[in-house]
């Protein structure tokens, strides 16, 4: 990787611990150190969690220091020679923005809504299927704010906000069945969005709500036990990388501090679920550096799953040794929230699946999984392309690519006539123009993020 690969920026957020220097050091911190951490639970475990199907292995160590991520920007570049791309792809991205933004405003129903009589199942619950409109909508008023924060004031906007708050608990979460951790984690980023000083304080007890609800010792979780530091569905599910990165990537849109214990507490479920033997003891470890679906109950793969198998290596040949795929939506998952909780670029875990992704760089599939999942895949891949600061990215082969420009034009030239964007490989909601469509928006706008320190040359 590159030595220039760290740049810190510095702009105001919320709740945010501003350093002077960009290392925190974790070691000195008392009330965040290793053995109140890692802490044993003083409690039972929940009733909720399957004792008998979970692993144990010891928890990685803590870094010693933690690095702090470029800071969350919610708007995009206002000028093209702020972001490192071409003046025909500055345009070209723009263009279609502007065509997937009109298409959204005109699927908006008139009570503020998208997809409001959609339903998403869980993966660990098919019989609990829940609402999905909430999470669709905040994504879609992240997306028109990002590009026109003059909107906030709207009226559609307005209606959009109100149909979200009409699902506010009292608890700080937002209402989503099943889906609760995914709904509340669109919230908060879609709130830190539209204004993060005005919603600060609900914005405040959501993030509250997901640490709480992070598995830990609470729940009578030992951290030498797999479920802990994940994020699943709602109450309910055992955890996820999905579910976990969700829950990151709000806490970092609301502007937390890596250093603060929910991030460094994640970091021992990013390790298990990473295909890394050098850091993860699991009997299904590799040693390619990506990143599977969970760690949880043993570990699960949808890449697995997708090769014929199953989802927990159970349809291996019986002499294989066990398993499982790693796979790209579920890397760039990774990866970016080893960021987001301070690791440095020359943490093994970091440069692992640094290199998972120059192996497969493609914008064709979602490596591991075909056409499925592939706009959740461009969203992954350009959030944590965008906060690991690398502006081109050296593949395997030797060859460089200018990510954004490669992005953008992949993007543009699936989208319809009437502006939206679909994938013929229908899972996760895909299907649905509107869900693919904003996913497609928000992966346009990351690669229109102003970039700091752009001169003349790049």
Not at 132 to 142: G, H, N, S, Y
Request: net charge negative; proline share 7%; aromatic share 8%.
């Amino acid at each position: 990787m590159p030595r220039a690969w760290w740049i810190i920026r510095c702009v105001p957020v919320i709740a945010c611990v501003i350093a002077s220097a960009a290392i925190i050091s974790a070691a000195g911190a008392e009330d965040e150190s290793e053995d109140e951490l890692y802490r044993a639970p003083e409690k039972p475990p929940d009733p909720r969690i399957k004792v008998g199907q979970i692993t144990e292995q010891d928890p990685p160590p803590l870094p010693g220091q933690i690095v702090l991520p470029l800071p969350p920007d919610h708007r995009i570049a206002t000028e093209a020679d702020e972001v490192p791309i071409s003046a025909a792809h500055w345009q070209r991205a723009h263009d279609a923005i502007g065509k997937g933004l009109a298409f959204l405003r005109s699927m908006q129903d008139e009570g503020g809504a998208w997809m409001r009589q959609i339903t998403a199942v869980p993966t660990d619950q098919p019989d609990k299927p829940s609402p999905i409109a909430v999470a669709v909508t905040a994504l879609a008023v992240k997306a028109i704010v990002q590009v026109e924060p003059e909107a906030r004031r709207s009226a559609e906007l307005r209606r959009a906000i109100r149909f979200i708050y009409a699902a506010k608990n009292e608890d700080g979460s937002f209402e989503g069945g099943a889906l609760t951790n995914y709904v509340t984690s669109t919230v908060v980023s879609a709130l830190a969005g539209v204004d993060g000083f005005a919603f600060r304080d609900d914005i405040r007890a959501a993030s509250g709500w997901l640490q709480l609800n992070q598995w830990d010792q609470s729940e009578g979780l030992s951290p030498r036990q797999d479920w802990f530091g994940g994020a699943g569905y709602g109450e309910h599910g055992r955890p996820d990388l999905s579910n976990t990165q969700m829950m990151l990537e709000a806490l970092y849109d609301a502007g937390l501090s890596p250093d603060e214990p929910a991030f460094q507490r994640a970091l021992t479920f990013l390790t298990r679920t990473q295909n890394l033997k050098a850091t993860n003891s699991a009997d299904w470890a590799g040693r390619d550096g990506g990143f599977i679906y969970t760690a949880a109950n043993g570990g699960e793969s949808m890449a697995s799953e997708y090769a014929g198998e199953g989802r927990g290596g159970e349809e291996l040949p019986p002499e294989a040794p066990r398993s499982l795929r790693s796979y790209g939506s579920m890397t760039y998952a990774g990866f970016k929230s080893l960021l987001y909780a301070g690791l440095s670029p020359d943490d093994a875990r970091v440069r692992a699946a640094f290199n998972f992704i120059r192996r497969h760089w493609t914008f064709d599939e979602n490596p591991g999984l075909g056409g499925q999942g592939l706009f959740y895949y461009y969203h992954a891949m350009s959030r944590a392309l965008r906060i690991a600061q690398q502006h081109t990215i050296t593949d395997a082969e030797g060859r460089s690519h200018n990510w954004r420009e490669e992005l953008i034009d992949a993007i543009a030239s699936r989208q319809t006539e009437d502006g939206s964007w679909k994938n013929e490989a229908d899972r996760w909601l895909e299907g649905h123009p509107v869900m693919a469509t904003v996913f497609a928006i928000l992966s346009l706008e990351e690669a229109l993020k102003p970039v700091s320190g752009m001169t003349e040359e790049e």
